[in-house]
């Protein structure tokens, strides 16, 4: 299977997605975020074959710490701006 993927471009629709998510369950604070990450689980399995779901899961696991890591990187370098 092949696939067309543009990283920036799937990054920035998928935020979007995420981040109006968000806003509909601002009443639930912290949790809805939560809920994002079982859901991103539950997706992994329920689309990912079983002999692909240790590579997705990893991938998944250390794209999320590096995204983590580069926007607290850009945080400090805002906030030692001011």
Do not use: W
Request: aromatic share 8%; with cysteine; proline share 1%.
């Amino acid at each position: 299977m092949s696939y067309e993927y543009d990283a920036d471009k799937s990054f920035n629709a998928a935020l979007k997605t995420m981040g109006r998510f968000l806003e509909d369950h601002n009443e639930e604070g912290p949790m809805a975020t939560v809920s994002l990450a079982r859901a991103l689980g539950g997706l992994l399995v329920l689309t990912t074959s079983e002999d692909q779901r240790d590579m997705a899961l990893g991938t998944t696991i250390s794209q999320l710490c590096n995204t983590f890591t580069d926007f607290l990187h850009m945080e400090a370098e805002v906030d030692g701006q001011d």
